[in-house]
C-alpha cells in the first residue's frame, strides 16, 4: 500500500462549487504540504502543517483553505473553485530532523500521487 | 529570475546515450532532492544529497556546494527514462521548506 494517498486521484468541477481534496498517510510524519503544479512552472506551496496545531500559509493561500484533522490526514479545501485553480494538486509529507543516510537536520519531502482538478 | 534553476528545460536522446541533467540555486540549501515524474503524474524521490555523489543503479547525482550546482546523469538511457526530472533544495533556514525548479522533460527514443 502506498504511504501517501490522495482522495480522488481526478475530479471535475464547475466554477462556483466547493471541492475538498484529501491526503492521508501512513509515515508517522508530522509535516505535511499541499502543492500545485501548473504545466511551465515549478510546484508552488499553498499550505504547510507541521503538527496538528500548526497549519501556515504557503505563498499562493488565496483561494484555499486546510484541515490538519488528525496526524495523518490534511485536507485542502477550495470554498469556491474557479477555472485558474485547475491544476495537479500534490500532498507531501516530512519528518525534519530525521534522516537515515544524511543524518539530523534535513527535511526529505515524499509526494503522493497527486489530484488533476478541472474546474469547467 | 528564479532561485532554482534546471537546464535544460527539454531533452531528447537516442536510447543508450548518457544524460546529463543541471540544477543551479541561489539560496542557501541544506540539501538537494532530485524527483521524477512519469506522465501519469506520480513524483518519486530518486535522490537526496547534501554533499558529493550518490549512485543508484544508472543513475548518478552530483553536488558542489560551493559552486551551488548540481547534476543528475543517466548513464545507458533507456526509454522507460523518459520523464520530467525535478530538482528542489531544502532551505538551510527556518523551516526547511522546498523550493522547486521547473523541471526538465526528457524523452528517450528506442
Known amino acids: 500500500d502506498a504511504d501517501v494517498t490522495q482522495t480522488p486521484r481526478n475530479r471535475i468541477t464547475k466554477t462556483g462549487k466547493r471541492i475538498m481534496l484529501e491526503c492521508s498517510q501512513t509515515?508517522?510524519?508530522?509535516?505535511m504540504y499541499w502543492y500545485r503544479q501548473d504545466p511551465g512552472l515549478g510546484l508552488r506551496l499553498i499550505y504547510y502543517?507541521?503538527?496538528?496545531?500548526?497549519?501556515n500559509k504557503g505563498e499562493i493561500s488565496d483561494g484555499y483553505s486546510v484541515s490538519r484533522q488528525a496526524q495523518a490526514k490534511f485536507s485542502l479545501s477550495l470554498e469556491s473553485a474557479i477555472p485558474n485553480q485547475t491544476a495537479l494538486y500534490f500532498c507531501?509529507?516530512?519528518?525534519?530532523?530525521?534522516?537515515?543516510?544524511?543524518?539530523?537536520?534535513?527535511?526529505?519531502?515524499?509526494f503522493g500521487p497527486g489530484t488533476r482538478l478541472t474546474v469547467l | 529570475k528564479n532561485e532554482v534553476e534546471q537546464s535544460p528545460q527539454n531533452l531528447t536522446a537516442q536510447e543508450g546515450e548518457f544524460i546529463t541533467i543541471n540544477c543551479s540555486y541561489s539560496?542557501?540549501?541544506?540539501?538537494l532532492h532530485w524527483l521524477q515524474q512519469h506522465p501519469g503524474g506520480g513524483i518519486v524521490s530518486l535522490f537526496m544529497?547534501?554533499?558529493g555523489k550518490k549512485k543508484h543503479g544508472r543513475l548518478i547525482a552530483t553536488i558542489n556546494i560551493q559552486e551551488k550546482h548540481s547534476s543528475l546523469h543517466i548513464t545507458a538511457s533507456h526509454p522507460r527514462d523518459s520523464a520530467v526530472y525535478i530538482c528542489?533544495?531544502?532551505?538551510?533556514?527556518?523551516?526547511?521548506?522546498?523550493?522547486f525548479g521547473t523541471g526538465t522533460r526528457l524523452k528517450v527514443l528506442a
Open positions: 507531501a509529507t516530512s519528518d525534519f530532523g530525521a534522516h537515515t543516510t544524511l543524518g539530523p537536520s534535513y527535511n526529505e519531502q515524499f
Open positions: 509515515k508517522g510524519h508530522d509535516r
Open positions: 502543517s507541521f503538527d496538528v496545531k500548526d497549519i
Open positions: 539560496v542557501g540549501i541544506s540539501a
Open positions: 544529497l547534501s554533499s
Open positions: 528542489a533544495g531544502s532551505l538551510s533556514s527556518g523551516t526547511y521548506k522546498y523550493i
